[in-house]
């Protein structure tokens, strides 16, 4: 790694660094200024008992005390136990939603980039031919369609009409649904973000004169054309990745799927203020790496890519 490859590292790595802390510093505020607390829900809780939960858990000390706390925690890699959950540490929950989230995940956005890409390839291939026009109508409708619209009409065709798929992401079988359900939207979009990159890279002047040259069709496709229209895609893959390993908060609601999607809901609507930071700082921190990841495989990509 050159020198100046090495120095717009070091600097993306301080933006990453500095903006997860203002993700930490926004929700930590935002989520304290919400009228309510963790134990106001709880059944029979006299003002002395509410006052004695929140002197452990440290929720009567001063707001800028309390965030000075949380921030030298973080640091630490000190999560803090749930304030709903109780006898469990924050981490220990996001560990056991991440297992099922990134395999859910994963396996969505391996199938949404490679379905795209050869789509898009072929649809450009094939410009303003009825297969061409047929690839644009599905995944316009796919984009525009919300994914709990999706998600709901899958489940409706086939796990309460037709019972080919239990409706209930919590098995291995259960999980096919909220798959296909992911992997839909990003597939859609990069097809057609690979089908516009294709017909623009096809355009240059460098394949004219390969063609010319009479190089192989097939190399120019995938030796030239394919690999500098992937640039726009992996700067797509990168945030999309992050969002859909780390799981959608509604598919895993509709398919009742135990990932930290759903983990994170429920922290909201249970004010648990420990996971709440927790599940965000995750979350946050994961789609900053792989914008970072984005970078680099530029570099692999497109050599003659520079960071100066």
Do not use: C
Request: proline content about 5%; charged content about 15%.
């Amino acid at each position: 790694m050159n020198p100046s490859t090495l120095k717009y590292f070091v600097k993306r790595i301080i933006f990453a660094v500095f903006t997860i802390w203002v993700v930490i510093t926004l929700t930590f505020f935002i989520m304290h200024a919400v009228p309510g607390g963790p134990f106001i829900g709880e059944k029979a809780v006299t003002p002395a008992v509410q006052a004695a939960m929140e002197a452990k858990y440290g929720l009567d000390k001063p707001l800028f005390e309390q965030y000075t706390t949380y921030l030298n925690d973080v640091i630490h890699f000190r999560l803090g136990p749930s304030l709903k959950q109780r006898g469990r540490m924050v981490i220990d929950i996001i560990t056991d939603g991440m297992k099922v989230s990134a395999k859910l995940g994963l396996i969505a956005a391996a199938f949404a980039t490679i379905l795209g890409v050869i789509l898009g390839s072929i649809a450009a291939l094939r410009r303003n031919t009825l297969f061409d026009r047929i690839i644009m109508i599905v995944t316009t409708a796919f984009v525009s369609m919300p994914s709990f619209i999706i998600g709901t009409l899958l489940l409706i065709t086939f796990a309460v009409k037709t019972h080919l798929f239990p409706a209930n992401g919590s098995t291995s079988a259960g999980l096919v649904l909220p798959v296909i359900t992911l992997m839909l939207y990003p597939m859609s979009y990069i097809t057609r973000l690979t089908r516009s990159s294709m017909l623009d890279v096809l355009g240059q002047d460098y394949i004219r004169t390969a063609k010319a040259k009479g190089v192989p069709r097939m190399k120019i496709i995938f030796g030239h054309a394919l690999k500098n229209a992937l640039i726009p895609v992996i700067t797509y893959l990168g945030p999309a990745i992050a969002y859909i390993t780390t799981g959608s908060l509604v598919v895993e609601q509709i398919f009742a799927v135990p990932g930290i999607g759903r983990a994170f809901v429920n922290s909201i609507t249970g004010r648990d203020y420990t996971l709440i930071m927790g599940t965000t700082i995750v979350l946050s921190s994961l789609i900053v790496i792989m914008n970072l990841i984005s970078d680099l495989l530029y570099k692999v990509v497109d050599p003659r890519i520079t960071f100066d």
